[in-house]
């Protein structure tokens, strides 16, 4: 699904990201972990074309229809199918929990503005379809009651749930949730978990996350990448992973 | 044209370049801490050149006594500006400050109307000033030397601050990460201060000199130059006040040289520096001297 | 049904607001109506304004620029050629446009489209920079037009300005185009497209990584808000009769940002109350600028007084409000 090959990012003299390599399957579901600043949402920033990387190549769909989607803005790879939450939380916050899920239907709109301003039947069908796909993906995140509230007004928890019902209304194939179970507790966390395994199953995901509770990260995630000062120091699936010495040696397993 | 011509120009153009460069150093030294564009800045240069004309007509007091005076009054004003209008919006969204910014220029325009009167005043030169040097074969008036070595001056001392004293270094330190510096137990509240009346007293010692090279005062005459002086910050690369001096002259030379070169386009003189603007804005918009800013997502 | 009571009750506003018109056009004086008029035409700046500086996000102070194309536009297509004549006393009118007469609506549309399209040319390059740098391109843009307008004699009359231009603008044309740019607006901000727009403004970064293309979205938000501009420019060309470069200074655009901030950034009801407000205010209190002759005693007015108070309203609304000025629609 995505091949980073050699990627490195440089901010003036630091360097960020360090010739990262990977290489994520379809259907995987895998785990960005690596102590505070080791460069992790820095790797996101470069996917999502939020950065340009110093060198390097990013790979959507390697294979037949592959694309080179390095250097892509930040809209047009989302358009590809990639989307991602973020780790501050970024929601519209002035505008309804509604709205929020809506705005990510907003890409894939075919009419035209003209359209939408007249009413005409096409947006109208369209503008439809948009609103009952919002509406399941807030009832599928339990926002549904909230939907008319303004998004800050959320409690922490549920506005990372609406960041990611935000993120699946712009279909995408890859999802990447930064850091989604910070601030929840056990009983959150494990919900979580079981949200993550039925939406990737539902919606056909490919899911790449970054995550400090190991709980998660060992819990669902079938490959597991460790950074550590921008570059990659292990690479296996859970048990191999915990094991590792390098990893052990930067750091594990702080909850 | 030939050649006392242009060494008329020339030195009109260094002239009106100081001058600008004076007045664009407090855009600059604003902006860099608060990226905030001090749109009343024109008007404080307007106020200092007001206040030194009633010192001068008004009291007994010698005129460069008042020239001082007035200048760091302007400056206190200046300080004044940023805790009523700025201040307190200084955690608010940008769109905030920028409107209080337009309010105050609005006001301090329509203060002037008001309390001075819209019709044009005279500026009073001291005598002194009236003399006139003749330089291979042309006569320049004294004035036109003098504004080049004063800003000089000033801005060798203002280097010196910057570069050697701890408030100096605070400054430069606030605007290049400002969080950072603002957890480094400096105070915010008094660097900003010193930096508003630092530009405000600048833009009141170029006004006194404007005053005296162009002495037609009017409420409204700081727009102009208050607008094309924040471009010449943003042409030499907003936050850096060597950008700034180098814009000032750049503006000031070029808008002499187009009138001197193309004298029909005189009436579009004022045009010249939106349209560098719009251009560097297009080739560089961080400025000449301008480095890029990488955003933190 | 929510649609149709929404229906319902436009419709009845609507009803109440003809009739309401229909009655003043008949009773007020003409300085009042030309009053009311101004307000039907400030709610439609005010919306075009609050549509790129509310909606979006945008700081742009060009408004003023885009007025004056709009006005300068009607004012040429729809002045008869002896008048342009009389005008152009200095120096004639171009050719091509000597013996040019439209009828008002289709100039006041060139107007507005003639405006939108400098707004699309200017938006193109100028909407990828930060807040700070497109409030003062837009700016720039602005006094640009109003020197290139003060300098080309042979179009615009220069520094002379316009007169006698046919008085087209009557409550019909300036309330009517008011209630459209109300429908426009409310459709346009309720529509998936108006939703991106809001998302832009809340937050760029965000909207950019759900797909949506920044820059075409605030060239399009731009484009709108420039061709209403200059049908606001245009009506009130037609109104005042005479227009000049001076007229479009920064401080018509203030006059609108005033406008837009009082009623609310983001809001179309408060602009809409705002300009209303605004515009007689601006009116009700020019006595402060001017002498009053109370019979007994001449109270004397001190010129920009006016301003100096509405300055004053403007930053402690800005300031006082600081939790952010959006209002609920």
């Known amino acids: 699904m995505l091949k980073i090959e050699n990627m490195t990012m440089r901010f003036g003299g630091v360097v960020a990201a360090n010739k990262f390599n990977a290489d994520i399957e379809k259907g995987q579901i895998v785990g960005l972990i690596g102590p505070n600043g080791a460069g992790k949402t820095t790797i996101f920033n470069v996917i999502t074309g939020v950065y340009r990387p110093t060198e390097g190549k990013i790979i959507f769909n390697p294979g037949e229809e592959e694309q080179d989607i390095t250097g892509l803005r930040p809209d047009e790879i989302a358009k590809l199918g990639i989307c991602r939450t973020f780790q501050n939380i970024r ?28 009413k005409f039947p096409n947006y109208r069908k369209e503008e439809k379809m948009m609103l009952e796909k919002s ?121 | 044209m030939g050649n006392q011509g242009l060494l008329q120009h020339l030195a009109n153009g260094i002239s009106l370049g100081s001058l600008y460069a004076l007045i664009a150093i407090g855009y600059t030294m604003v902006y860099g801490i608060l990226r905030l564009i001090n749109f009343a800045h024109g008007d404080i240069f307007m106020l ?85 040097i003749k330089l291979g074969g042309v006569s320049i008036s ?42 480094m137990g400096i105070d915010i509240n008094r660097i900003i201060s010193i930096t508003f009346f630092i530009g405000s007293f600048l833009a009141a010692v170029g006004g006194i000199m404007w005053g005296i090279r162009y002495p037609q005062l009017m409420p409204l005459m700081g727009v102009m130059p208050g607008l094309k002086c924040f471009i010449a910050a943003v042409i030499g690369g907003i936050g850096n006040i060597t950008g700034a001096v180098l814009g000032g002259f750049i503006l000031g030379l070029g808008e002499i040289m187009l009138i001197a070169l193309l004298p029909k386009l005189t009436g579009y003189r004022d045009a010249f520096a939106f349209i560098l603007l719009i251009v560097i804005l297009l080739i560089k918009p961080t400025g000449l001297m301008g480095e890029k800013i990488t955003e933190k997502v | 049904m929510k649609i149709n009571n929404r229906f319902k009750k436009s419709l009845s506003m609507l009803i109440i607001t003809i009739v309401v018109l229909f009655i003043l056009n008949k009773v007020l004086d003409d300085y009042k109506l030309r009053v009311l008029n101004l307000c039907g035409i400030y ?48 120096k004639p009118i171009v050719p091509f446009l000597a013996n040019i007469e439209w009828s008002f609506f289709p100039a006041l549309m060139m107007g507005g489209v003639m405006a939108g399209l400098f707004g699309f040319l200017i938006g193109a390059p100028v909407l990828r920079l930060t807040d700070d740098y497109l409030a003062i391109a837009t700016l720039g843009f602005a006094e640009i037009i109003r020197v290139v307008f003060t300098n080309t004699q042979s179009i615009t009359n220069g520094a002379l300005g316009l007169k006698g231009i046919p008085a087209s603008t009557n409550v019909w044309w300036s309330w009517g185009l008011a209630l459209v740019t109300i429908l426009f607006m409310t459709f346009l901000m309720e529509g998936s497209y108006g939703k991106a727009f809001n998302a832009i403004r809340e937050d760029e970064i965000a909207a950019r990584s759900m797909g949506i293309n920044l820059f075409t979205h605030k060239v399009m938000s731009f484009t709108f808000g420039s061709f209403l501009a200059g049908v606001g420019g245009g009506l009130l060309a037609a109104l005042l009769g005479t227009i000049d470069p001076n007229m479009f200074r920064i401080v018509l655009t203030f006059n609108i940002l005033l406008i837009v901030v009082l009623g609310g950034l983001g809001s179309i009801k408060g602009s809409v109350v705002s300009a209303i407000i605004v515009t007689i205010a601006m ?47």
């Not at chain 1, 990448?225 to 390098?246: C, F, K, M, R, W």
């Not at chain 2, 000089?152 to 950072?180: H, P, Q, V």
């Not at chain 3, 006082?320 to 209002?327: Q, S």
Request: aromatic share 10%.
């Open chain 3, 43 to 90: 709610i439609i700046l005010g919306l075009s304004m609050n549509l790129i500086n509310g909606f979006t996000g945008l700081f742009s102070l060009g408004h003023a620029g885009f007025m004056a194309i709009g006005a300068y536009t009607v004012a040429i297509l729809t002045m008869p050629a002896p008048m342009k004549e009389m005008n152009f006393f200095m």
């Open chain 1, 91 to 118: 929601l519209f916050k002035e505008l309804s929990v509604l709205d929020n899920v809506f705005i990510g239907n907003h890409l894939r709109i075919e009419s035209n503005v003209f359209s939408s301003i007249l």
């Open chain 1, 135 to 255: 509406l399941y993906l807030l009832e599928k995140v339990g926002l549904k009651d909230e939907k008319d509230g303004k998004a800050h007004s959320l409690p922490y928890g549920k506005q990372r749930r609406l960041e990611i019902a935000r993120a699946l209304a712009t279909e995408p194939k890859l999802l990447l949730l930064d850091e989604p179970a910070a601030g929840m507790n056990p009983q959150e966390t494990r919900e979580l978990m079981e949200f993550i395994k039925d939406i990737k199953d539902e919606f056909e995901l490919t899911i790449f996350l970054i995550e400090h509770h190991m709980e998660v990260v060992m819990g669902i995630c079938e490959e597991i990448l460790v950074l550590d000062h921008g570059s990659l120091i292990a690479q296996g699936d859970p048990e191999s992973i915990q094991t590792d010495s390098n990893v052990i040696e930067a750091y594990l397993g702080v909850e």
């Open chain 2, 48 to 132: 200092g050149i007001y206040i030194t004309y009633y010192g001068i007509l008004f009291t007994s007091i010698p005129w460069w006594i008042v020239f001082i005076l007035a200048s760091v009054l302007t400056g206190l004003i200046g300080l004044l500006l940023e805790k009523v209008a700025y201040r307190p919006l200084r955690e608010s969204p940008r769109i905030t400050i920028l409107i209080s910014a337009i309010g105050a220029s609005f006001f301090l325009q329509n203060f002037g109307i008001v309390v001075f009167g819209g019709r044009p005043k005279a500026f009073p030169i001291p005598n002194v000033f009236n003399k006139v």
């Open chain 2, 142 to 183: 004294l004035i036109t030397f003098i504004i080049p070595l004063v800003t000089l001056l000033l801005l060798l001392g203002l280097t010196y601050f910057i570069t050697k004293t701890k408030t100096g270094m605070a400054m430069r330190a606030l605007s290049k990460d400002y969080e950072t510096a603002s957890l």
């Open chain 3, 283 to 329: 009116e009700a209190l020019r006595f402060l600028d001017e002498s009053i002759n109370l019979g007994f005693v001449k109270l004397e007015g001190v010129a920009g007084m006016r301003m100096v108070i509405f300055s004053i309203i403007l930053m402690a609304v800005v300031i006082f409000r600081k939790e952010g000025l959006l209002k609920e629609n």
